[in-house]
C-alpha cells in the first residue's frame, strides 16, 4: 500500500507542478488556450494566477519532500507531510467543484490522485 500511495501522491504533485506552470509561467500564453482566456483577461488576472500557482507548487514540493522522506525512513514526518499536501489537494479540489460545477472534470483531475494515494497511505498506517 505504501508504495502505492506514493505513487499516486506523486502523480498529484507532477499535475500540481504542471498547474504550477500554466499559472505561473505560462498564463499569458500555453494557458490562455488551456483555460480559455482572452489576451485582456489573461493581462487582468496574471497577479493572481502567478500567486495561486506558487500555491501548487508549494503542495507539490511538500508531497516531494515527504516521500524523499519516507524513503530516508524518516516515515512519521515524511508521511505527515505527503498527508498534509494530499488533503489540502483534495480540499482545493472540492472546493473548486462546489463553487464552479461546470469545472467538475478538473476538479477531478485535481482532487482524485491525493485522494486515492492518501487513503492507501492511511490503510498502510492502519
Keep these: 500500500m505504501l508504495v502505492a500511495g506514493l505513487a499516486l501522491t506523486g502523480v498529484a504533485a507532477?499535475?500540481?507542478v504542471y498547474i504550477f506552470l500554466l499559472e505561473s509561467v505560462w498564463w499569458r500564453s500555453r494557458?490562455?488556450?488551456v483555460?480559455?482566456?482572452t489576451p485582456e483577461q489573461a493581462e487582468q488576472t496574471a497577479e493572481m494566477a502567478f500567486n495561486q500557482g506558487f500555491y501548487n507548487l508549494f503542495l507539490a514540493v511538500g508531497i516531494g519532500v515527504g516521500?524523499?522522506?519516507v524513503a530516508l525512513d524518516e516515515r512519521?514526518?515524511?508521511l505527515t507531510l505527503v498527508l498534509f499536501g494530499a488533503a489540502s489537494m483534495v480540499a482545493a479540489g472540492l472546493v473548486l467543484v462546489l463553487s464552479s460545477p461546470a469545472k467538475a472534470r478538473a476538479a477531478l483531475v485535481q482532487l482524485?490522485?491525493?485522494l486515492i494515494g492518501g487513503a492507501?497511505?492511511?490503510v498502510d498506517l492502519l
Aim: hydrophobic share 50%; charged share 5%; glycine share 10%.
Design 14 to 16: 507532477l499535475i500540481h
Design 31 to 33: 494557458a490562455r488556450q
Design 35 to 37: 483555460f480559455g482566456t
Design 67 to 69: 516521500t524523499v522522506l
Design 76 to 78: 512519521t514526518v515524511g
Design 112 to 114: 482524485t490522485p491525493p
Design 120 to 122: 492507501l497511505l492511511v
